[in-house]
């Protein structure tokens, strides 16, 4: 459903990609992990068209028994203009980081209803569904608290609720418990694997944390800005 082939992305001297192959199924949770400067997180841009690579190719879409490999709606994002890119990106796909994605001077019930806002529903449904979401992450009485007046956990569970509202088919989360304690990791971890499996989505996950890795149905490493299979792997 979503697949890089030979990406390649240098930033100026620094070759970050030097031909990453990666795949993920449809309803697939995909770790990626490895040492610290191999590519993960450019890898991670430039499948989310958060990045254009400078060579290699970004597949997305399904292909169905017995259509061909071109038909029935696959998208090549390397090939979108800007705005077919951004527009796809914020219709198909959610974005977790590691810090800093609620807007500052937004309460939590308007940072978690943004994404519906964008894509043009009215307020009221809108901050309705947020505040469905409220009430699921457990923080009820903290529906108008700005980011910065919340808990790290707190901020990271109203951004995994921003990432997830809209339904993404796949969401990106890049070293998403990176800033947690462990039990606030767990708690992260736990919202958005049961929702992107409930929502039936993808996920492209970035960590350096094998508690974290081990939410995935399976773990590939980035070395070097290759993606290397896990030794044993078919
Ligand atoms: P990881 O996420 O695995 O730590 P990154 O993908 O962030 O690795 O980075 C891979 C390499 O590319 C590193 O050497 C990093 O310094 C470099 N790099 C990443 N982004 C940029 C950028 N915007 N400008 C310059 N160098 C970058
Ligand atoms: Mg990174």
């Not at 610290?36 to 292909?63: I, N, Q, W």
């Not at 390397?78 to 959610?94: K, Q, V, W």
């Not at 977790?96 to 209803?113: D, M, S, T, Y």
Request: with cysteine.
């Amino acid at each position: 459903m979503l697949e890089g082939r030979e990406l390649s992305k240098s930033f100026g001297r620094t070759r970050a990609l030097r031909g990453a192959d990666v795949r993920v199924a449809d309803g697939e949770i995909l770790a990626v992990m490895g040492p610290s400067g191999s590519g993960k997180s450019t890898l991670l841009h430039c499948l989310g068209g958060v990045l254009r690579p400078d060579a290699g190719e970004v597949r997305f879409g399904e292909v169905r028994p017995g259509a061909g490999e071109a038909s029935c709606g696959e998208v090549r994002l390397d090939r979108l203009s800007d705005r077919e890119l951004s527009r796809l990106r914020r219709g198909t796909f959610g974005f977790v980081f590691q810090f800093g994605q609620l807007v500052p001077e937004l309460p939590l019930i308007e940072n978690i209803a943004l994404p519906l806002l964008l894509a043009g529903r009215s307020r009221r449904p809108a901050l309705a569904e947020a505040a469905d979401w409220v009430a699921r992450l457990g923080l009820d009485g903290l529906w108008d608290r700005l980011p910065g007046e919340l808990s790290g956990g707190q901020a990271q569970l109203a951004a995994v609720a921003r990432a997830l509202i809209a339904g993404p088919r796949v969401v990106f989360a890049d070293e998403p418990t990176g800033s947690l304690d462990s039990v606030a990791a767990d708690e992260v971890m736990e919202l958005l694997v049961d929702t992107v499996r409930a929502q039936g989505a993808c996920m492209v996950l970035v960590t350096h944390e094998p508690r974290v890795a081990a939410f995935a149905d399976r773990t590939v490493t980035v070395r070097d800005g290759r993606v290397v299979q896990p030794v044993g792997a078919r």
